[in-house]
């Protein structure tokens, strides 16, 4: 069933556990499209369980289980008609700590369309060149594509994976802390990155930096103990929380 | 200072091990010369299919030939087989069955040979003779098959490979699932966060980033199979002719060494040419541990892991 779709991601009375473990707590959101949404929160809080159950990461888990709705261009991603390959096309991932294939770097870009149907190369080769230039890593690369990813930097190794994400050509884009393992200038990078992308995507970022988040976003969701405390536009949360956690969180006494 | 101590102490065991394989080479050769220099004999004893000691022909390459073809057939029976459970082992398999399993095919690894070749002796070779071979005879879609002709009784390569492939079963399941394991899961969640299925995941992801490993597996137990004695002597009929079918007999190296090393003091050169035997058995096995050293090297450095 289609209902009026507002935003592409929309999160209603969401609570999740793990076996008794409750970890997030009824949670209700809007995502907004072609803007980027940090998740903050202090270690703990339950922000990578949240990324992963918008694209149901978590089922993979033996003892995880979900009540609420998560509606993805209107749709119920946990509904009984949801096809869970069909979604993660649609909701790319960047992990915390870069995580290429090892193959070469060609054949890591070539992966996500390959499984979706894309078996000819004269198609395959303008993807691989359009992805790695839109995760800005195209000039570094061109002359050895052929080589295998996990020679490349850390830096490069994310915004490869970045690319693979892009790939297939999701509409939404779930980061896990994408720099959080990283240098500071392959960091830097990466978040003129993001910002560059969110023209075209719907990015959710997962983030334990309060400065990343300022710098970064342009709404910002607050976790406290699987709890939102606090979900806004960035610039309003940063001049003033209204709760006194989310100021306690980002003036660093909590964290 | 205690590092010196240690560092002797723990020498003398390196020291020691390496020395023994270097002894017992030495030695192999040692006796081995004799047939090598002799004009009956030379290294072209390698490439001669006859052997009759009492004609003074040391003909080896009956043996070396018998000893491929079951190695051949076990790998081509084991191989797939073993990496097919590994994946399900490692990769479908519920946790508490997991378990289970895997001890079972630790058990089945340290099941002593004799007791595989009597099992195979007692049920295989005539399964073998009574049901297999007249069936895939009469039946018009395999009678036709040249690897299926000929009269027997059951002692054949076709049961030597069969043995060889159940003994080598647990060591590829085992090394394999340890290979499939050792694949970091952060591969795997990349792979379905791009909507693969577990399936498309385990074979496209998993297997291609353990096939250093899961090589290794295969040539280690390559060595492991040329070089198995007790179970192929009871079942492959020992017989001095080239196998032209999966249903003749056929005589391994380890086989001729084992059967006639008792009463060859008789020749010198006889004695000498089964120490031929053993060290062309060597070689082989050195090569194979080599070849899969240099696989997982290259197959790493393709694979950006090192």
Known sequence: ?255 | MQDAVGKFVLLVPAFAGSALIILILTFLWYEATPIFLAPQGGPSIVIQPIWDPNRDLYGIALFILGSFICTFLAIAMAVPLGIGAAVFLSEFCPPRIRTSLRMIVEMMAAIPSIVYGLWAYIVMVPWIKNSFAPAVQSNPLTAWMPWFQGSTNGLSVLAGGTILAIMLLPTVVAVSDDALRSVPSSYREASLALGATKTETAVKIVVSAAIPGIGAAIVLSLGRAVGETMAVLMVTGNSLQIPFTLLDPAYVMTSIITNQLGYAFVFPLWRSALFAVAFVLLMMSVSFTVIAKWFVKWGMKTRGLV
């Open chain 1, 1 to 255: 069933m289609m209902t009026a779709r507002t935003h592409q991601i929309e999160v209603y009375d969401l609570s999740t556990w793990f076996g008794p473990k409750a970890v997030l707590k009824n949670i209700t959101c809007h995502f907004s499209d072609n803007a980027v949404t940090a998740i903050m929160g202090p270690s703990g809080c339950g922000k990578s369980t949240f990324l992963r159950t918008i694209n149901r990461l978590n089922d993979m888990i033996g003892n995880f289980r979900m009540k609420g709705k998560i509606l993805l261009e209107g749709e119920d991603i946990y509904g009984p008609q949801a096809n869970v390959y069909e979604l993660r096309r649609k909701i790319g991932m960047v992990f915390q700590r870069p995580n290429p294939f090892p193959m070469s770097i060609r054949d890591n870009v070539k992966y996500g369309p390959r499984l979706h149907g894309v078996k000819d190369d004269n198609e395959l080769d303008p993807i691989v060149e359009k992805s790695l230039k839109r995760a800005a890593l195209w000039d570094e690369v061109k002359d050895g594509l052929d080589e295998p990813a996990p020679n490349l930097s850390g830096g490069q190794q994310q915004r490869l994976c970045i690319a693979r994400a892009l790939s297939v050509d999701p509409p939404v884009l779930l980061m896990d802390e994408p720099v959080s393992s990283l240098d500071p200038i392959s960091a830097q990078k990466i978040e003129n990155l993001i910002v560059e992308l969110k023209k075209d995507y719907t990015i959710i970022m997962v983030t334990h930096n309060v400065q990343q988040a300022f710098r970064v976003s342009d709404q910002a969701a607050f976790l406290y103990l699987g709890e939102l405390i606090e979900f806004d536009k960035t610039r309003r949360i940063a001049e003033a929380p209204a709760d006194e956690r989310t100021e306690a969180f980002i003036t660093g006494r909590i964290g």
